[in-house]
């Protein structure tokens, strides 16, 4: 720790913010810590990423991104000073206005907020994306749904997880390939309101502050507007739900019924994962309050799998344990005593 410290020190130094005032920001599930740097002499902000590359974190994919993105005209943090080897970045301040908070201090901004990301997906996918994107293909995606059989089933199962694990990659895997398996936009994978700033001062899609965007892919273009409006983290109303999903369909030419299809697959698939990935956060890394999550995404999951070309996955997921009170109680004693699987 002392070398690392030592290290971010100077790099602190080189950057010319060895003097600033630091305040600890809000972290992510990963390992990356974040620090708010103030000058003391006139004020000026910066945000400093620190990512330790021993722990399994990279900042090239998120410097790559950024830099993409504000390309475009978005709105990424720009990168004032880097240091990839020790996993340290420099970045613009974009403020502390979540879109979540945002909403909580005014409810009547909810539709503003939300239409101007739908319009900035529907921007960003008419682009042509970066090169170097791996695609979040069927068979990947169907082996991440599988999550949910791997860490949020296991703690009461009474039946063969190993078959219905295998039952459930064979039906989702059929699913996207029938419904969804273009892989052929961005996507950011993590785009909702715990992830986005409101920017005001700026104009039009550019007022969407963008965070979280390391992991992106190539993907179907109904995954990150699932993300958006399907939110693991708040409850966004049915009726801004369909507006949005009517937005996008509009603005980017999509046939309705194919994409609402689409939306419902990768929903269900996405909501599989986040379930494996709350509980593998609980009893592998200790971070039990994801649990209080779960209910909420197993809401939007049975949502999804009311879609009646999905009944073949309904079946296999209505042998995964309800969320109720028992098993989430399982989860939590169980925090922190899961090392792997």
Known sequence: MAERDARLESFLKSAG???AL???LAGDASNRRYLRLIRPSTAERA???DAPPARGEDVRPFIRIAEYLCDLGL???RIYARDTENGFLLLEDLGDALFARVVERHVEMENTLYSTATDLLAE???GVPPDHLQPYSPPLTAELAALAFDWYAPIDAATNIAELRRALIEEISAALDANAPECDVLI?????AENLLWLPERSGIARVGLLDFQDAVLGHRAYDLVSLLQDARRDVPPEIEALMMARYIEASGQDAQGFTLAYA???AQRNLRILGVFARLCLRDGKAHYVDLIPRVWSLLQRNLTHPALANLRSVCAALPLPNDTHLSKLKSKCATVPTL
């Open 265 to 267: 697959t990768l929903g």
């Open 47 to 49: 945000v400093l990423m």
């Open 124 to 126: 960003l996918h008419c």
């Open 17 to 19: 913010w060895a003097d």
């Open 22 to 24: 630091r305040a600890m």
């Open 188 to 192: 950011q994978r993590d785009y909702h």
């Open 75 to 77: 709105s990424a943090p």
